[in-house]
């Protein structure tokens, strides 16, 4: 099944009591919003490319420079090859978040298991600033360590801003957090799953 069909949400509610397996789940945010957490594999990876392009020249300058933590007019070629062609549903998992009913794509997180420590993976959310601060990262971010967990992973590490609070706050809702500064504003977390 492709993740990115797109249902009703009749169909959606008679799926989840049938029991059928399905790539999503549906979550509330906190203004009410009905978001599914959908599941991006390779096979998805001319989608996510222009999602992501269209996606990352919505975002402020100030969301970019938080997630990529420099200034960033565009992605890069590279960029795009890392963020993309490397999505394998094992070592790299990508989960996108939408709106339920329309599938508008709001959110997208991602973890790269580390090659050296198998047991640790880098993590990353980005969230569409018109929706940011409704707990869209918090729902990206607990999907993944589910999905990590799963697949033997059971640390996070992420480099993030260190006054960025959503960010801690939002790494927080899935474990333990151990905090170091690494100069210039920014600090290495490690989250215990």
Same mark, same amino acid.
């Given at each position: ?34 978001? !599914? ?64 009913? !329309? ?49 033997? %992973? ?19 809702? %899935? ?19």
């Amino acid at each position: 099944m492709d993740p990115y069909t797109r249902w009703t949400l009749t169909e959606v509610l008679s799926i989840r009591e049938v029991g059928l397996v399905a790539t999503f789940t549906l979550e509330r945010l906190a203004d009410g919003s009905l978001v !599914s957490v959908v599941a991006v594999g390779p096979q998805d990876r001319a989608r996510l490319r222009a999602e992501l392009i269209e996606g990352f020249a919505r975002l402020s300058p100030e969301s970019r420079f938080s997630r990529f933590l420099m200034a960033m007019p565009r992605l890069t070629s590279e960029q795009l090859r890392r963020l993309v062609d490397t999505v394998d549903d094992r070592d790299h998992v990508a989960l996108g978040l939408e709106l339920a009913e !329309s599938g508008t794509p709001i959110g997208l997180g991602r973890f790269v298991r580390d090659s050296v420590v198998p047991t640790s993976a880098d993590v990353a959310v980005t969230v569409a600033d018109e929706w940011q601060g409704k707990g869209a990262g918090t729902i990206l971010i607990r999907a993944l360590a589910a999905a990590a967990k799963k697949r033997g %992973v059971r640390h996070f590490t992420a480099l993030v801003l260190a006054d960025n609070l959503a960010s801690l706050a939002m790494l927080r809702a %899935v474990g333990r957090v151990t905090r170091c500064e690494h100069g210039g504003g920014a600090a290495d977390m490690t989250v215990e799953l």
